[in-house]
């Protein structure tokens, strides 16, 4: 399955997806049925970790461990029924991906989502036939910013060296966590985070969405000559 040229693991929410008003939407109304007051701004800061590190932001230790379980699983059923259908890919994803194999390079998915959601974005992004490895938060112990889904990542891609893989991710979690796996990042501003923000993570490079670093392909890091 590794290709010889090398790879790039994207994560999906905010990168891939236009996803992440949806999720902190669908966590604060999680939060509030639990009575737990947020704001939409506070949360949407988060978005981009599992559950296993938002959680522990907004929620205490001891309430946490009594309920963290019931409060994720609710979250879950609830951005399923209510917010799963609004959700929509970003422009260009298909083609950016189809221009990556059509280069030679293995496609794989790193997300903090559990492994239901992410086969379910697949479905929306309509790029199932262009994906060679996945993994989610049911591969890690721990979530982004922890490195365990990378990890877990490059796992999937045992022929390549780690400086053949790059990730491209929406959040500063998805840079660190990169990064302490042992991998580069470019960063995309479509999921809202500065770039001030991004660039301080480790991104190597930023670009607006997948259609615009598509459209400058041939200078970014995933570029033959530089890959």
Same mark, same amino acid.
């Given at each position: 399955?590794?290709? $010889?040229? =090398?790879?790039?693991?994207?994560?999906?929410?905010?990168?891939?997806?236009?996803?992440?008003?949806?999720?902190?939407?669908?966590?604060?109304?999680?939060?509030?049925?639990?009575?737990?007051?947020?704001?939409?701004?506070?949360?949407?800061?988060?978005?981009?970790?599992?559950?296993?590190?938002?959680?522990?932001?907004?929620?205490?230790?001891?309430?946490?461990?009594?309920?963290?379980?019931?409060?994720?699983?609710?979250?879950?059923?609830?951005?399923?029924?209510?917010?799963?259908?609004?959700?929509?890919?970003?422009?260009?994803?298909?083609?950016?991906?189809?221009?990556?194999?059509?280069?030679?390079?293995?496609?794989?998915?790193?997300?903090?989502?559990?492994?239901?959601?992410?086969?379910?974005?697949?479905?929306?992004?309509?790029?199932?036939?262009?994906?060679?490895?996945?993994?989610?938060?049911?591969?890690?112990?721990?979530?982004?910013?922890? $490195?365990?889904?990378?990890?877990?990542?490059?796992?999937?891609? $045992?022929?390549? $060296?780690?400086?053949?893989?790059?990730?491209? =991710?929406?959040?500063?979690?998805?840079?660190?966590?990169?990064?302490?796996?042992?991998?580069?990042?470019?960063?995309?501003?479509?999921?809202?985070?500065?770039?001030?923000?991004?660039?301080?993570? =480790?991104?190597?490079?930023?670009?607006?969405?997948?259609?615009?670093?598509?459209?400058?392909?041939?200078?970014?890091?995933?570029?033959?000559?530089?890959?």
């Amino acid at each position: 399955m590794a290709s $010889p040229r =090398g790879a790039v693991v994207f994560d999906i929410d905010g990168t891939l997806l236009d996803s992440v008003d949806q999720h902190a939407r669908a966590w604060v109304e999680a939060f509030r049925h639990f009575g737990i007051e947020t704001e939409e701004a506070q949360v949407r800061r988060q978005i981009g970790k599992g559950g296993d590190q938002l959680l522990p932001v907004f929620v205490e230790a001891d309430r946490l461990a009594r309920e963290g379980e019931t409060i994720e699983r609710y979250r879950s059923d609830l951005f399923k029924r209510r917010y799963l259908d609004r959700v929509r890919p970003f422009p260009g994803v298909r083609d950016l991906l189809t221009r990556l194999r059509d280069e030679g390079l293995t496609i794989a998915l790193a997300s903090s989502g559990k492994a239901s959601e992410v086969a379910n974005y697949q479905k929306i992004l309509g790029i199932e036939d262009l994906v060679d490895a996945v993994t989610s938060s049911d591969d890690a112990d721990r979530s982004k910013p922890h $490195p365990d889904i990378f990890e877990a990542a490059l796992a999937k891609l $045992p022929d390549l $060296p780690k400086a053949a893989v790059i990730a491209v =991710g929406d959040t500063p979690y998805d840079a660190e966590a990169a990064g302490k796996a042992g991998i580069g990042t470019i960063g995309l501003l479509c999921g809202g985070f500065p770039e001030a923000d991004l660039s301080a993570a =480790g991104c190597i490079a930023i670009y607006r969405d997948p259609q615009d670093l598509l459209d400058g392909y041939a200078g970014s890091p995933l570029a033959v000559k530089k890959l």
